[in-house]
């Protein structure tokens, strides 16, 4: 008699569970589970702004959509702070490659001469130039 009761019984409890593990899966599971958790840009960035954490939001993402070396909320103090070396478009996934340190930008009023800007008319081809009109005009007052 407890047979033809407990069978029923642990039936129904079977079918319970599976929706319920039903219900999460669609809910929760696959995103815990299968998806990589990535930050993508939340606007374009333009080439040499400061990159922080309120230009970028978390999504979910598939591994087979996720670039390599994409940027997670956990690896994201790698590019905290840094400059964008190129135009970054609005919901695009980021990696390292695309930053780099703030002291590498040439700032304005900077130059990647050694050498005085002005200092560069001194250069020996300009005053080979100016001593040849030099030697001419001497020639010619003697003459």
């Not at 990589?36 to 400061?50: A, H």
């Not at 994409?70 to 964008?84: H, Q």
């Not at 980021?94 to 001194?122: A, N, Q, Y």
């Amino acid at each position: 008699m407890k047979a033809k009761i407990l069978r029923p019984l642990f039936g129904m409890l079977l079918i319970i569970i599976s929706i319920l593990a039903m219900v999460w899966w669609e809910k929760s599971g696959r995103e815990q589970l299968i998806m990589d958790s990535v930050l993508i840009t939340k606007e374009n960035i333009i080439s040499g702004t400061v990159i922080g954490k309120n230009d970028f939001i978390e999504i979910k993402n598939i591994p087979q959509s996720t670039i390599p070396g994409a940027i997670t909320p956990e690896s994201f103090y790698k590019i905290n702070g840094l400059v964008a070396k190129q135009d970054i478009p609005k919901m695009a996934q980021v990696i390292p490659g695309m930053f780099m340190r703030k002291d590498k930008i040439l700032m304005e009023g900077s130059s990647i001469f050694p050498v005085k800007d002005t200092w560069i008319d001194c250069r020996s081809s300009s005053v080979r130039k100016g001593i040849l009109l030099i030697s001419l005009m001497i020639l010619v007052n003697f003459m």
